[in-house]
């Protein structure tokens, strides 16, 4: 049997975590297809033809899936779906809103944020923040999973997969109104090898731009606590951690964040940590490989002059 | 419009929890358990559009051991108007959870089904949009504003570039974040009141709906533990072993 793999795209473009799904999709082994669901979605489509190890790429194209409603598209994929054994999404907030419902549509329950295969039907998911990490094995005849992508390396872009057209089409169910989207000229907070996290004690957003500097310095993404999202230095979309983004970058700055057990949820698989804190009983030392007890207003500033 | 709220009890947030000796499932035994953080945010939700004319009354469910009533009486505390218990020491996973949720929305005909988007313990985020698959509803998942019109819900989502706004009809599912409001904290004479507040308990067998086996947990393992890293002395130190030792810059 086959895995099917849903492609995470804005129409234009290809995400990176596609190609993240697809390598957990090659640790089960099988062939493997990717469902591509928009509306113009014909880059996209060419990206996905050349994912490493894809044997098909499907294409569902109309404009009523042009915004990847759960409700406008879960049904398609659920159709594709009869002829998979495994049904693959990244754990983005994309593949969260849809999977579920593709899931119980196929009346399987599915596996959540799957960090490791250890077989065809039995996976690795981290459950309490990421504080236990269970092995499960999916008694369902089809298993309905998300990859967390962080865990996985995206394959390469060497492949030419053929293209076959669907001709699905469903009546729109629920209204598409509107989307304000962060414009950053930053890499994505999810792939970025560098990432500068803030938290409560920048004490504004202006103080964020010495870390949005220093992110740019080193070409990285900017991200944060949930008590800086909170307080309202930077949109919600930067956040990390439990609830916000699972990130595992090579660097991982945090400044002046205490490293609460839902922050450290999002980023304590990174490779090297460095915690920049003036308190040196807060948690986030526990994890750092470097820690410099320091004032951030003082430490920062010297940082981007010696980089 | 009735709202349905259910909540789940969990081990408390600030709690760092272990896995147990034989590896088979986290220790919560004498833990702090708390009504789960984003099902605490459903329920002030619902509560807000009851004080607002928008709806017309609360229910809370949970489903879980007897020790949820707790959890429940927290929920009524808060202003739930009643609450509905199905007893089971079952560890259901989400589909199971979702069709008795919505064998309850049957019953009592809720127009509106507000659910926290994910549990703290098991970490799925799926029982909402299962909900909404089983009743063929439309889904609003991770909400952080939530707007009644009538017959007509919009609603603004947090996604991963931003924000999305959506407008669905009722029966709707909505799911909450973090951001969708500041839950309150239930005062003294209302946590006497919610005692007096009906709570009817019923079991799995009350429903007709056929839960199966779906997963098997083979094992439960504590996570690699990173190894004790440096303290620093100065801004030049960290460069220089992020430069020589680490090589990440």
């Known amino acids: 049997m086959a895995i099917l793999v849903l492609a995470e795209h804005d129409n234009a473009s290809l995400k990176l975590d596609t190609a993240k799904v697809v390598a957990c999709g090659q640790a089960i082994g099988g062939d493997i297809d990717v469902l591509v669901i928009g509306h113009n979605c014909g ?10 190890g894809v044997r098909n790429v499907l294409i569902a194209d109309a404009a009523v899936y042009a915004n990847g409603l759960a409700e406008n598209i879960a049904d398609v994929i659920t ?10 999404a990244a754990a983005s907030s994309h593949g969260k809103d849809i999977l ?11 596996l959540s944020e799957v960090i490791e295969v250890v077989s065809n039907d039995t996976f690795v998911r981290p459950i309490y923040a990421g504080n236990a990490l269970a092995t499960v094995q999916s008694l369902d005849d089809k298993k309905v999973m998300t990859v967390r992508s962080s865990a996985f390396d995206a394959v390469a872009t060497d492949g030419n997969a053929d293209l076959v057209t669907l001709s699905q089409e469903v009546a729109p169910q629920v209204e598409f109104v509107s989307q304000s989207l962060t414009e950053s000229e930053r890499p994505e907070l999810g792939s970025a090898g560098v990432i500068v996290s803030g938290g409560r004690a920048l004490g504004n957003s202006e103080n964020f731009t010495m870390l949005e500097q220093l992110a740019d310095k080193l070409g990285g993404a900017l991200g944060a606590s949930r008590a800086a999202v909170d307080a309202g230095y930077v949109p919600n979309d930067l956040q990390v951690g439990q609830t916000g983004k699972i990130v595992a970058p090579d660097l991982y700055i945090a400044v002046g964040i205490s490293g609460a057990i839902q922050h450290l949820a999002g980023m304590k698989d990174s490779k090297v940590i460095v915690a920049i804190n003036k308190d040196p009983e807060a948690p986030i030392f526990q994890v750092a490989d470097y820690g410099l007890e320091a004032d951030l207003f003082e430490a920062v500033p010297q940082l981007l002059e010696q980089l | 419009m009735k709202v349905l709220v259910p909540v789940k009890r969990v081990v408390d947030a600030n709690v760092k929890v272990r896995v ?3 590896n088979t499932s986290v220790d919560t035994a004498n833990l702090k358990m708390a009504i789960n953080p984003f099902c605490e945010i459903a329920v002030e939700e619902a509560v807000r ?25 927290t929920a009524l505390a808060l202003g739930a108007d009643r609450a509905i218990h199905i007893e089971t020491d079952e560890d259901l996973v989400p589909l199971s959870v979702a069709k008795l949720i919505h064998a309850v929305q049957q019953k009592e005909q809720a127009d509106l089904v507000i ?8 970490d799925n985020n ?26 007509q819900l919009t609603v603004t989502r947090e996604v991963d570039g931003g924000l999305q706004t959506l407008m669905l009809p009722l029966p709707a599912v909505v799911t909450a974040d973090l951001r969708l ?16 507040k009906p709570l009817e308990s019923l079991t799995p067998a009350d429903f007709d709906v056929t839960l199966k086996a779906h997963q098997n947990v083979i094992k439960v393992t504590p996570p690699a533990q990173r190894s004790a890293g440096v303290m620093v002395s100065s801004v030049e130190e960290l460069v220089e072993k992020l430069k020589n030792e680490a090589k990440v810059i």
Not at chain 1, 79 to 88: G, I, Q, R
Not at chain 2, 115 to 122: A, E, N, V
Not at chain 2, 126 to 151: C, H
Request: hydrophobic share 40%; charged share 25%.
């Open chain 2, 181 to 196: 409001n500041e839950p309150r904290y239930a005062k003294l004479p209302n946590i006497m009141k919610a005692k007096r």
């Open chain 2, 126 to 151: 799926q029982t909402g949009q299962m909900l909404a698959a089983i009743g063929k509803m439309p889904q609003a998942t991770f909400a952080s504003e939530v707007k009644v019109d009538a017959n």
């Open chain 2, 49 to 73: 559009l009851k004080e607002a004319g928008s709806a017309s009354e609360v229910v809370v469910l949970s489903i879980g051991p007897k020790a949820s009533q707790e959890q429940l009486r």
């Open chain 1, 79 to 88: 159709e594709v779906a009869a002829d998979y054994e495994h049904v693959l």
């Open chain 2, 20 to 22: 147990n000796a034989d």
């Open chain 1, 43 to 52: 880059d996209a489509v060419k990206s996905a033809q050349q994912l490493n």
């Open chain 1, 100 to 110: 579920p419902r593709v899931a119980a549509l196929l009346d399987v329950n599915q």
């Open chain 2, 115 to 122: 659910l926290g988007k994910q549990s703290i313990d098991s």
